[in-house]
Nanobody
Framework: VRLVESGGGLGQPGGALRCACA??????????MDWYRQGAGKQREFVAT???????VYADSVKGRFTISRDNARNTVYLQMNNLNPEDTAVYSC???????????????WGQGTQVTVSS
């Protein structure tokens, strides 16, 4: 069982990038899924979260520019990042709260992270 991230890369100020995070594990129930980021020399910070019912919450720094969404059929969460600025440069990581077996415990899993760099 694991979370695998993809996307990100190099973007220009004012441009857009998208990250994806997919859960690989059979017979799993996924609850909340979040995105966090950590810039060089900075603490990790919350970016956005979505519940299993697709309710969303955003950090003030990305509100109106970033959109978190999920495809429950594909066990995947996305982060669409628009109107990028250099302060968005960071390693973006996702996490998911998952129950991997019937009536088992809910465990938080983290992806490996994907680099997003915003530069002209």
């Amino acid at each position: 069982v694991r979370l695998v991230e993809s996307g990100g890369g190099l973007g220009q100020p004012g441009g857009a990038l998208r990250c994806a995070c997919a859960w690989y594990g059979s017979s799993s129930t996924i609850f909340g899924m979040d995105w966090y980021r950590q810039g060089a020399g900075k603490q990790r910070e919350f970016v956005a979260t979505t519940t299993s019912g697709s309710s969303t919450v955003y950090a003030d720094s990305v509100k109106g520019r970033f959109t978190i969404s999920r495809d429950n059929a594909r066990n995947t969460v996305y982060l669409q990042m628009n109107n990028l600025n250099p302060e968005d440069t960071a390693v973006y990581s996702c996490n998911a709260d998952v129950r991997t077996r019937w009536q088992g415990p809910i465990t938080r899993y983290w992806g490996q992270g994907t680099q997003v760099t915003v530069s002209s």
